[in-house]
């Protein structure tokens, strides 16, 4: 079983910055893929941006410029450093980490949530 717990959701104006951080623990697969999905009310959940334990990464194009994606392997950890924050960025937004290999394709954190103000 893997458990992802996030931190670092908030309400910031545009224009700020926020740090998301996401922490992994249990039975996990070296081989994975986390990032970040977030979901605004009444839209579906959309990629933001992701790495794989490798360091590739890929971010959505709403977010290229503004946000960077960045882990620790060591520590089982993943966090999003968004800048030039704008209202149409408020979501809740979800940790995720999808191994290569396992019975489960992909795992989710609870989610936090995340506003900016006009």
């Known amino acids: 079983q893997v458990q992802l717990v996030e931190s670092g959701g908030g309400l910031v104006q545009a224009g700020g910055s926020l740090r998301l951080s996401c922490a992994a623990s249990?039975?996990?697969?070296?081989?994975?893929?986390m990032g970040w999905y977030r979901q605004a009310p009444g839209k579906q959940r959309e990629m933001v941006a992701v790495?794989?334990?490798?360091?590739?990464?890929n971010y959505a194009d709403s977010v290229k410029g503004r946000f960077t994606i960045s882990r620790d392997n060591a520590k089982n950890t993943v966090n999003l450093q968004m800048n030039s924050l704008k209202p149409e960025d408020t979501a809740v937004y979800y940790c995720s980490l999808a191994p290569l290999l396992g019975p489960v394709s992909n795992y989710w954190g609870q989610g936090t949530q995340v506003t900016v103000s006009s």
């Open positions: 249990g039975s996990i697969f070296s081989i994975n893929t």
């Open positions: 790495i794989t334990s490798g360091g590739v990464t």
